[in-house]
């Protein structure tokens, strides 16, 4: 069985602020992929990342970046100089590499509100 | 033009009745799925379909049915609607092969009075 805990609820933070989204997994398999998507307040998913588990370099992308510890079995997302616009329920979501996306567990959700 | 496009973005029904959420794709992509998301946000995928296999998550009652008229729609069909059926429900797209990027829709919210 697979298990994706994101403990935080809810974090708020003031703009411009860096926050830290945490993620931990536990799974029985030895290959896997680890998601991160976006859901604002319009209520779509946008997918942010997808990482492989052979894989821990950390990555950045513009003020995101994840930390993928496969030790910790976490694969963390930190914002940096938050803005409202981040404002959004946050969710990490894992898979085994051979189950496809049928087999995706998420966790509960982050939600995210940067105040101006 | 909207990659994954649902129709009704809301729906309010009674209990007992049949209802229909339609979802169409123009991405070319050959994998479809929905997922129900509850009231507190859980996210869960209900089932996946390629032109090939309809995969079904064993915990959805069979009074859900996905239907996929051709390759670039996938509707789901709900008999019989109970108020815990009441969510949002998100279609999704996907490449088959590897782990590519998924594209959901913009949601559902189905109630059931």
């Known amino acids: 069985a697979q298990k994706v805990t994101q403990a935080q609820t809810e974090i708020s933070v003031v703009e411009k602020e860096d926050v830290t989204l945490d993620c931990v997994y536990e799974?029985?398999?030895?290959?896997?992929?680890l998601f991160w998507y976006k859901q604002p307040p319009s209520g779509e998913l946008v997918f942010l990342i997808r990482?492989?588990?052979?894989?821990?370099q950390n990555e950045i992308s513009g003020r995101y970046s994840w930390n993928f510890q496969k030790s910790t079995s976490s694969f963390n997302f930190t914002i940096t100089a938050s803005q409202v616009v981040d404002s959004a329920v946050y969710f990490c979501?894992?898979?085994?590499?051979?189950?496809?996306?049928?087999?995706?567990?998420f966790g509960t959700g982050t939600k995210l509100q940067v105040i101006p | 033009d909207t990659a994954v496009s649902q129709t009704p973005k809301y729906l309010v029904t009674q209990m007992g009745n049949d209802k229909s959420i339609k979802c169409e794709q123009n991405?070319?992509?050959?994998?479809m799925y929905w997922y129900k998301q509850d009231s507190k946000k859980f996210l869960k995928i209900m089932f996946s379909?390629?032109?090939?296999?309809?995969?079904i998550n064993e915990t959805v009652p069979n009074r859900f049915s996905p239907k996929s008229p051709d390759k670039a729609h996938l509707n789901l069909h709900i008999n019989s609607l109970e108020l815990g059926d009441s969510a949002v429900y998100f279609c999704?797209?996907?490449?088959?092969?590897?782990?590519?990027?998924?594209?959901f829709g913009q949601g559902t919210r189905l109630t059931v009075v």
């Open positions: 991405l070319g992509h050959d994998t």
């Open positions: 379909y390629n032109n090939k296999e309809l995969i």
């Open positions: 999704a797209s996907s490449q088959a092969g590897g782990f590519p990027e998924a594209f």
């Open positions: 799974t029985r398999d030895t290959t896997y992929y």
């Open positions: 979501a894992l898979t085994p590499n051979s189950g496809g996306y049928q087999k995706v567990t």
């Open positions: 990482r492989n588990s052979f894989d821990e």
